[in-house]
């Protein structure tokens, strides 16, 4: 369940009857012989998923449905008994394959959404059904026989089985000739489907249960058994599981005379079973085995009046002596129990410590429900096994992390049995001690295996052996263990990995607060560790672990929890979180608690376990962290002990080429201890050879490594002035963080290095994209301390914006263009709000330089990658609220069109901040812009990009917006607006430069056709010097058409020419260049401009009547493979 | 198959109800368990937290939850595996002072998601006591008629004389027997 049980709706009532009723009629009323036309097919289609939707949401709350289940699933009962009577009674083989299907389908959801055993009562049982659903399922060629038809093979199977448990003799239905004719039938029919893989064998184990539960099947019985030994002697697999679903239902529900006679031939069925090595092997077999077995066991035991220890009052008077029969039962203890029993249990301990769960569970069920029903002295044996099978692979002394993998099932097994005891009321109080001391360790069970590990089961399990527990045992036989189950659990919930387990120690804790109030504090602690505060793993640790710390009774074992099992964890998320919440407790005691975590961590850096030192520096940082907050000469101090510490590091572990990890640590440790003091001592430092690390981290390979480096050096500069030696990559990060201000003089060398690093004509370019987005991210940071040299810096951010660069990993260069759309953003900002101070501001930046950054961004916001936009939005409307510089003529720095803007963009405040990656929000907002024309021309060349994008989010809010916009054009210029004539202009203008270049052409071609298709552009022709125009695309299109490789330039360009048939201006010449596509040498090209041509004749006015002829040639003729010229 | 699946399934398997005893302050919540569970009532003091009593009632097993009247209780029904099933709210009937505070609080609880489709039962208690309200005027004040979420029905009683205590259980098991075992409720 975990988080799903939030998402999913809680329902009270069937609310979305109706809507299923009227759905599922429209597949009851439909003829099951009559093949459904398209139309048809598709209605029922819908509705079938319907269906199966409506299923899926109330699946959690099947109940729901139990009032009208009857009224549903009858008429469908029916249907599918009308049916097969038709096809009985005709023989008719032949109906629709795909109607009979979801008619199954429909009954197969049903009965998966509610249990075979409540469905199946709501089918037809009159006597006249026995021979109707016999003779189906046993059609010759029959649509039953069908392979694809499992649905209704289960369905059938499942109706025979209830139908054959009448009340009458079976041989009143066989021929008077031949008797016995009817129930080999039926048992036929069973036994033919025994062995087939999918559910109708689970069908056929039903119906042969009944079957063989009935009274006139004696015989049949027991060669059935017989049989079904050879069958386990054969090693068929699929066969034996059948059979032993047979045995499994029988034994549980068969009458005991009948089976009494049989439980030796049982006992020998599983003993052959456990000898053969093949079906042993399947999970399945193991687990029908062990079902069998304590079904038998069952069956020996007879069932008494519970003498469960749940002391659960009863309100009513004629059920109270149920929980009174404790005492009396004392006298009747010596209740026979048969020899047999002590194999079964033996046999069932063995399943327990099963490989698989599944069998694991059916053993811990088996066991629990005999015990039930065993003399108190005798389960509290059982128990006493359960409990031996803990220290099996334990070696004493040794801790839970050294325990072997195999455990991991023993464990399992061993909590699952107690927890179903527990359940019971069956752990007497004696042996709660030993039990909760193995849950201790249980709670706690994760084996290390490789890069994860196992054993999240085993500590589920043990929190429901304390849930259960809550629930059974009285409140005196806890409080001795009250206070240490309460540490343990709630350390659970709060350190736990896994979100399941730290929810289901949470669940235990809140039964015991409620039933027992034994917990220290224990309301206050549920409040900060319920359901919800534990459900985020970072919460749980950084906010709920020292709510809880406050109070002392926990913090110590919390504490200790942390430094022995959470910082030496796996995991390095849970170490690094570890760290944290160990700080966030420390700082409720920092004086008594800082410096003794700090000693005890210091111990794990010995290590020679990568995680313990990793874990241990970690934990260092945050307390050293901690006192660097609170400042004070004392903390200090304490940092400078810390800082010691990182000597005891060997310095082969900190150097070691792949412990990343652990010099990345060591640079966090020393950026946050490192003291001027410690500086001041220099050769005599405790730590010689910190700058060693530090170095060796800027030069290390692994981003993360480089910024806690990064951040070392930054706490360095802060306290000295240091020269540098940097690489590469972490060059952006260090030159950014470096304190200029402090010392000056390295800064003119450090601008030049990083502009010459993004120069794209500089020898010194970095090669490396990450190294040249840090270093676009480090001028900002630069700029936010020094303002010269300003417009060099815009430049270079500037020019990023033009950065395309594309390798397997795609549009990379999208991350220099995102850091640089920031980058100009927060220096515009900074720039402006400095404004006043600044002599000269226009030299610095004037305001043409302005607009078009302004312009080149807003390009950037309407490109094709949903991320680029968002962030160039995100800062266009940054921009717009920053007041303008404080200068004069500051009017010349406003954004233009910015009343369009604000009336865009600014109008729903709420989404405004957001939407700019969603397409249908964006676009139609974006293409108005081109009204503003200082922007015009980057704002056209984004959108066309994004036009030609093949991003289906973005290319079609992007050409619908276009059209739409320019169909609101008006057509010729004036003064005071844009005009579908200009964009037309603008667009060719466009393509025209750059005609080889098939990312540009292509999507202006596609533009254009978009235009043309959705006659736009018709009227343009009648405008001064529109034809020249259309003359100018017509010209794009067609030139060099025959020597042009690329397809899809091709496709537009024939589009564009067959498109402009329709304009009048043009029509002559276009329909001269039509043949150049017709017999272009690429076969799709000859094709589709036949299909497109017609598709025009048909669908448009061209102001001629086309000639009946040239559709026929367009239609007839084989484009394929002939290659002619036509018309 | 995890504890917190258990835990849900346990409701149909084992016949599981959760009912929350709720109320304000001093309506007498404890008082009416303990005289149903025949414990001595003449000690009981204000409830700071919540308690969980399990009862056997027909064949269904009550987990019922009485949580303190205190409005900072609220977290503890928030609860760990499923929504409620039912909610028995205990007025006392001699306050007429807070029976507009009571009414709003019932109101305002009743909005809970975590509570839709439960059934409410108000015990109108402390009919003993000389000059209360009658469960018709209760009803009025607490404008239970305008409740159309909720199943309801009101029972006035007395947790002293135990008067229609097992009547009212009655009426909600049966309520929510209904809606969550309705197999077993018309086919038993």
């Given at each position: 369940m975990?988080?799903?049980?939030?998402?999913?709706?809680?329902?009270?009532v069937?609310?979305?009857?109706?809507?299923?009723?009227?759905?599922?009629?429209?597949?009851?009323?439909v003829?099951?012989?009559?093949?459904?036309?398209?139309?048809?097919?598709?209605?029922?289609?819908d509705?079938?998923?319907?269906?199966?939707?409506?299923?899926?949401?109330?699946?959690e709350?099947s109940?729901?449905l139990d009032p009208?289940?009857?009224?549903?699933?009858s008429?469908?009962?029916?249907?599918?008994?009308?049916?097969?009577?038709?096809?009985?009674?005709a023989?008719?083989?032949q109906?629709?394959?795909?109607?009979?299907?979801?008619?199954?389908?429909?009954?197969h959801?049903?009965?998966?959404?509610?249990?075979?055993?409540?469905?199946?009562?709501?089918?037809?049982?009159?006597i006249?059904d026995?021979?109707?659903?016999l003779?189906?399922?046993?059609?010759?060629?029959?649509p039953?026989?069908?392979?694809?038809?499992?649905?209704?093979?289960?369905a059938?199977?499942?109706?025979?089985?209830?139908?054959?448990r009448?009340?009458?003799?079976l041989?009143?239905?066989?021929?008077?000739?031949r008797?016995?004719?009817t129930?080999?039938?039926?048992?036929?029919?069973?036994?033919?489907?025994?062995?087939?893989?999918?559910?109708?064998?689970?069908g056929?184990?039903?119906?042969?249960?009944r079957?063989?539960?009935?009274?006139?099947?004696?015989?049949?019985?027991?060669?059935?058994?017989?049989?079904?030994?050879?069958?386990?002697?054969?090693?068929?697999?699929i066969l034996?599981?059948?059979?032993?679903q047979?045995?499994?239902?029988?034994?549980?529900?068969?009458?005991?005379?009948?089976?009494q006679?049989?439980?030796?031939k049982?006992?020998?069925?599983?003993?052959?079973?456990?000898h053969?090595?093949?079906?042993?092997?399947?999970?399945?077999?193991?687990k029908?085995?062990?079902?069998?077995?304590?079904?038998?066991?069952?069956r020996?035991?007879?069932?008494?009046?519970?003498?469960?220890?749940?002391?659960f009052?009863?309100?009513?008077?004629?059920?109270?002596?149920?929980?009174?029969?404790?005492?009396?039962?004392?006298?009747?203890?010596d209740?026979?129990?048969p020899?047999?029993?002590?194999?079964?249990?033996?046999?069932?301990f063995?399943?327990?410590?099963?490989?698989?769960?599944v069998?694991?569970?059916?053993?811990?069920?088996?066991?629990?429900?005999?015990s039930?029903?065993?003399?108190?002295?005798?389960?509290?044996?059982?128990?006493?096994t359960?409990l031996?099978?803990?220290?099996i692979?334990?070696?004493?002394?040794?801790?839970?992390?050294?325990?072997?993998?195999?455990?991991?099932?023993?464990?399992h097994?061993a909590?699952?049995?107690?927890?179903?005891?527990?359940?019971?009321g069956?752990?007497?109080?004696?042996?709660?001690?030993?039990?909760?001391?193995?849950?201790?360790?249980?709670?706690?069970?994760?084996?290390?295996?490789?890069?994860?590990?196992?054993?999240?089961?085993?500590?589920?399990?043990?929190?429901?052996?304390?849930?259960a527990?809550a629930r059974a045992?009285?409140p005196?036989?806890?409080?001795p263990?009250?206070?240490?189950?309460?540490?343990?659990?709630v350390?659970?919930?709060l350190?736990?990995r896994?979100?399941?387990?730290?929810?289901?120690?949470?669940?235990?804790?809140?039964?015991?607060v409620?039933?027992?109030?034994?917990?220290?504090?224990?309301?206050?602690?549920?409040?900060?560790?319920?359901?919800?505060?534990?459900s985020?793993?970072?919460?749980?640790?950084?906010?709920?672990?020292?709510?809880?710390?406050?109070?002392?009774?926990?913090?110590?074992?919390?504490?200790?929890?942390?430094?022995?099992?959470?910082?030496?964890?796996?995991?390095?998320?849970m170490?690094e979180?570890?760290?944290?919440?160990l700080?966030r407790?420390?700082?409720?005691?920092?004086?008594?608690?800082?410096?003794?975590?700090?000693?005890k961590?210091a111990g794990?850096?010995?290590?020679?376990?990568?995680?313990?030192?990793?874990?241990?520096?970690?934990?260092?940082?945050?307390?050293?962290?901690?006192?660097?907050?609170?400042?004070?000469?004392?903390?200090?101090?304490?940092?400078?002990?810390?800082f010691?510490?990182?000597?005891i590091?060997?310095?082969?572990?900190?150097?070691?080429?792949?412990?990343?990890?652990?010099?990345?640590?060591?640079?966090d440790?020393?950026?946050?201890?490192?003291?001027?003091?410690?500086?001041?001592?220099?050769?005599?430092?405790?730590?010689?050879?910190?700058?060693?690390?530090?170095?060796?981290?800027?030069?290390?390979?692994?981003?993360?490594?480089?910024?806690?480096a990064?951040?070392?050096?930054a706490?360095?500069?802060?306290?000295i002035?240091?020269?540098?030696?940097?690489?590469?990559?972490?060059?952006?990060?260090?030159?950014?963080?470096?304190?200029?201000?402090?010392h000056?003089?390295?800064?003119?060398?450090?601008?030049k290095?990083?502009?010459?690093?993004?120069?794209?004509n500089?020898s010194?370019?970095?090669?490396s994209?990450?190294?040249?987005?840090?270093?676009?991210?480090?001028?900002?940071?630069?700029?936010?301390?020094?303002?010269?040299?300003?417009?060099?810096?815009?430049?270079?951010?500037?020019?990023?914006?033009?950065?395309?660069?594309?390798?397997e990993?795609?549009?990379?260069?999208?991350?220099v263009?995102?850091?640089?759309?920031?980058?100009?953003?927060?220096?515009?900002?900074?720039?402006?709000?400095?404004?006043?101070?600044?002599?000269?501001?226009?030299?610095y930046l004037?305001?043409?330089?302005?607009?078009?950054?302004?312009?080149r961004?807003?390009?950037?916001?309407?490109?094709r990658?949903?991320?680029?936009?968002?962030?160039a939005?995100h800062?266009?409307?940054?921009?717009?609220?920053?007041?303008?510089?404080?200068?004069?003529?500051?009017?010349?720095?406003?954004?233009?069109?910015?009343?369009?803007?604000?009336?865009?963009?600014?109008?729903d405040?709420s989404?405004?901040?957001?939407?700019?990656?969603?397409?249908?929000?964006?676009?139609?907002?974006?293409?108005?812009?081109?009204?503003?024309?200082e922007?015009?021309?980057?704002?056209?060349?984004?959108?066309?990009?994004?036009?030609?994008?093949?991003?289906?989010?973005?290319?079609?809010?992007a050409?619908?917006?276009?059209?739409?916009?320019a169909?609101?054009?008006?057509?010729?210029p004036?003064?005071?607006?844009?005009?579908?004539?200009?964009l037309?202009?603008?667009l060719?203008?466009?393509?025209?430069?750059?005609?080889?270049?098939?990312?540009?052409?292509?999507?202006?071609?596609?533009?254009?056709?978009?235009?043309?298709?959705a006659d736009?552009?018709?009227?343009?022709?009648s405008?001064?010097?529109?034809?020249?125009?259309?003359e100018?695309?017509?010209?794009?299109a067609?030139?060099?058409?025959?020597?042009?490789?690329?397809v899809?330039?091709?496709q537009?360009?024939?589009?564009?020419?067959?498109?402009?048939?329709?304009?009048?201006?043009?029509s002559?010449?276009?329909?001269?260049?039509?043949?150049?596509?017709?017999?272009h040498?690429?076969p799709?090209?000859?094709?589709?401009?036949?299909?497109?041509?017609?598709t025009?004749?048909?669908?448009?006015?061209?102001?001629?009547?086309?000639?009946?002829?040239?559709?026929?040639?367009?239609?007839?003729?084989?484009?394929?493979?002939?290659?002619?010229?036509?018309? | 198959?995890?504890?917190?699946?258990?835990?849900?399934?346990?409701?149909?398997?084992?016949?599981?109800?959760?009912?929350?005893?709720?109320?304000?302050?001093?309506?007498?919540?404890?008082?009416?368990?303990?005289?149903?569970?025949g414990?001595?009532?003449?000690?009981?003091?204000p409830?700071?937290?919540?308690?969980?009593?399990?009862?056997?009632?027909?064949?269904y097993?009550?987990?019922?939850?009485?949580?303190?009247?205190?409005?900072?209780?609220?977290?503890?029904?928030?609860?760990?595996?499923e929504?409620t099933?039912a909610?028995?709210?205990?007025?006392d009937?001699?306050?007429?002072?807070?029976?507009?505070?009571?009414?709003?609080?019932?109101?305002?609880?009743?909005?809970?998601?975590?509570?839709?489709?439960a059934?409410?039962?108000?015990?109108?208690?402390?009919?003993?006591?000389?000059?209360?309200?009658?469960?018709l005027?209760?009803?009025?004040?607490?404008?239970?008629?305008?409740i159309?979420?909720?199943?309801?029905?009101i029972?006035s009683?007395?947790a002293?004389?135990?008067?229609?205590?097992?009547?009212?259980?009655?009426?909600?098991?049966?309520?929510?027997?209904?809606?969550l075992?309705?197999?077993?409720t018309?086919?038993?």
């Open positions: 975990d988080e799903d049980s939030q998402e999913t709706r809680l329902f009270a069937f609310e979305r009857h109706d809507e299923f009723v009227a759905a599922q009629n429209t597949l009851l009323v003829d099951l012989f009559g093949e459904p036309n398209r139309e048809e097919e598709d209605v029922e289609l509705c079938s998923r319907k269906l199966i939707m409506i299923f899926g949401e109330y699946q709350q109940y729901l009208y289940l009857e009224s549903l699933v008429p469908v009962a029916e249907c599918l008994r009308k049916y097969a009577l038709t096809c009985v009674n023989r008719v083989t109906s629709s394959h795909s109607r009979v299907e979801r008619l199954a389908d429909l009954l959801n049903y009965i998966k959404f509610r249990g075979y055993k409540t469905i199946t009562r709501f089918f037809p049982h009159e006249s026995l021979s109707i659903a003779d189906f399922i046993r059609l010759p060629s029959g039953v026989s069908d392979l694809s038809q499992w649905g209704l093979r289960y059938v199977l499942l109706w025979l089985s209830l139908i054959c009448i009340p009458f003799d041989q009143k239905f066989d021929d008077a000739t008797s016995g004719e129930a080999n039938a039926i048992e036929l029919v069973g036994k033919d489907r025994l062995n087939m893989a999918g559910l109708e064998r689970e056929a184990a039903t119906l042969l249960a079957f063989y539960a009935r009274k006139d099947t004696k015989q049949q019985l027991a060669s059935f058994v017989e049989w079904s030994i050879t069958v386990f002697r054969s090693s068929d697999i034996s599981i059948g059979v032993l047979v045995l499994c239902e029988l034994v549980k529900s068969g009458s005991s005379e009948q089976l006679a049989f439980t030796q049982f006992l020998e069925i599983t003993n052959t079973l456990e053969s090595t093949p079906l042993v092997s399947n999970t399945l077999v193991r029908y085995r062990t079902k069998l077995l304590s079904r038998v066991a069952l020996l035991m007879p069932p008494r009046v519970s003498r469960s220890k749940l002391t009052r009863s309100l009513d008077g004629d059920v109270k002596n149920q929980t009174d029969n404790g005492n009396v039962d004392d006298g009747d203890e209740i026979d129990v020899e047999e029993i002590d194999m079964i249990l033996e046999s069932l063995k399943s327990l410590q099963d490989k698989d769960t069998v694991r569970w059916s053993a811990a069920k088996g066991i629990a429900r005999l039930e029903r065993l003399p108190s002295d005798f389960s509290s044996q059982v128990l006493e359960i031996g099978l803990f220290s692979h334990s070696v004493a002394g040794a801790s839970v992390y050294d325990t072997p993998a195999i455990a991991e099932a023993t464990w097994g909590s699952l049995a107690s927890a179903e005891m527990a359940r019971r069956l752990v007497q109080t004696s042996a709660l001690g030993s039990l909760l001391g193995w849950l201790s360790k249980a709670l706690y069970f994760d084996i290390r295996k490789g890069a994860h590990s196992i054993g999240s089961n085993v500590r589920d399990a043990a929190a429901y052996v304390i849930w527990l045992q009285d005196e036989s806890f409080s263990y009250a206070r240490e189950l309460a540490q343990w659990l350390s659970v919930a350190f736990d896994e979100i399941h387990i730290r929810r289901a120690a949470s669940a235990a804790f809140q039964e015991h409620g039933r027992m109030a034994l917990f220290p504090h224990g309301i206050d602690v549920l409040r900060k560790t319920d359901f919800y505060a534990v985020v793993r970072r919460n749980a640790f950084t906010v709920a672990a020292p709510q809880v710390a406050e109070h002392l009774e926990y913090r110590s074992y919390l504490i200790d929890h942390i430094i022995s099992i959470t910082l030496r964890h796996w995991d390095v998320a170490r979180l570890g760290a944290q919440a700080r407790i420390c700082e409720l005691d920092l004086k008594t608690l800082g410096l003794e975590c700090a000693s961590m794990f850096l010995h290590s020679v376990d990568v995680s313990d030192v990793h874990g241990a520096l970690a934990a260092l940082t945050g307390i050293s962290e901690a006192y660097r907050v609170q400042g004070s000469e004392e903390n200090a101090r304490n940092r400078q002990k810390i010691a510490f990182i000597a590091v060997s310095q082969d572990a900190v150097m070691a080429p792949r412990n990343g990890l652990i010099l990345a640590a060591a640079c440790l020393i950026a946050s201890s490192l003291t001027l003091q410690e500086v001041g001592l220099q050769e005599k430092t405790s730590v010689p050879h910190w700058k060693r690390i530090v170095d060796q981290g800027l030069r290390h390979r692994s981003s993360s490594v480089q910024q806690a990064a951040a070392a050096m706490s360095t500069s802060s306290l002035d240091c020269s540098l030696d940097s690489l590469q990559q972490s060059l952006g990060y260090t030159l950014g963080v470096l304190d200029y201000n402090a000056p003089h390295g800064f003119s060398e450090v601008v290095c990083l502009l010459d690093s993004v120069d794209p500089s010194g370019r970095m090669s994209i990450e190294a040249r987005r840090n270093c676009f991210q480090a001028l900002p940071k630069i700029v936010a301390n020094v303002l010269p040299r300003l417009t060099e810096f815009l430049d270079a951010l500037d020019s990023g914006l033009d950065d395309y660069t594309m390798d990993r795609g549009d990379i260069g999208s991350w263009r995102m850091a640089c759309i920031q980058g100009l953003a927060s220096i515009f900002e900074d720039l402006f709000r400095v404004s006043g101070s600044i002599p000269q501001f226009a030299n004037p305001a043409q330089r302005y607009h078009s950054v302004i312009a961004i807003l390009r950037q916001g309407v490109e990658l949903d991320n680029v936009r968002q962030i939005g800062c266009l409307l940054r921009l717009f609220r920053i007041p303008l510089p404080n200068i004069s003529h500051q009017e010349e720095w406003r954004i233009k069109g910015s009343e369009l803007m604000m009336k865009l963009f600014l109008n405040a989404d405004a901040m957001t939407s700019w990656s969603v397409g249908e929000w964006l676009f139609p907002k974006a293409v108005e812009l081109l009204r503003v024309q922007y015009r021309q980057p704002l056209l060349t984004g959108l066309i990009h994004s036009v030609g994008a093949r991003t289906g989010s973005t290319h079609r809010p050409s619908s917006s276009l059209v739409s916009f169909r609101g054009l008006p057509l010729c004036s003064d005071s607006g844009y005009s579908l004539f200009e037309c202009d603008d060719i203008e466009c393509a025209q430069g750059r005609t080889t270049s098939n990312a540009v052409v292509v999507p202006i071609l596609q533009t254009f056709n978009m235009l043309l298709e736009v552009l018709s009227h343009l022709s405008v001064h010097s529109g034809p020249s125009k259309l100018k695309l017509l010209n794009i067609t030139r060099n058409v025959l020597r042009l490789k690329n899809q330039r091709v537009e360009s024939m589009k564009i020419v067959v498109n402009l048939l329709v304009v009048s201006s043009v002559k010449s276009s329909s001269e260049r039509i043949i150049d596509f017709l017999s040498p690429y799709k090209i000859r094709t589709s401009t036949a299909e497109y041509l017609y025009l004749i048909q669908s448009r006015d061209l102001g001629w009547e086309a000639d009946e002829a040239v559709e026929e040639l367009l239609l007839e003729t084989e484009w394929y493979s002939l290659r002619k010229a036509c018309k | 198959m995890g504890l917190l699946t258990i835990i849900r399934k346990s409701r149909q398997k084992e016949r599981e109800m959760r009912i929350l005893f709720l109320g304000l302050d001093n309506a007498g919540k404890t008082t009416i368990l303990k005289k149903i569970n414990e001595d009532i003449s000690s009981v003091s409830t700071l937290g919540f308690n969980i009593k399990t009862f056997i009632h027909r064949k097993t009550l987990n019922i939850w009485d949580v303190g009247g205190q409005r900072t209780l609220r977290p503890y029904w928030r609860n760990y595996f929504q099933d909610i028995v709210w205990v007025v009937s001699g306050d007429r002072m807070r029976m507009r505070d009571c009414r709003e609080e019932l109101h305002n609880l009743l909005l809970e998601d975590r509570l839709s489709g059934s409410l039962l108000v015990f109108a208690n402390k009919q003993d006591i000389h000059g209360s309200m009658s469960d005027e209760i009803s009025e004040a607490l404008d239970l008629p305008g159309k979420s909720h199943n309801w029905k029972w009683c007395s002293v004389t135990g008067l229609n205590l097992i009547q009212g259980l009655d009426w909600v098991v049966e309520d929510v027997a209904h809606r075992y309705y197999s077993s018309s086919f038993a």
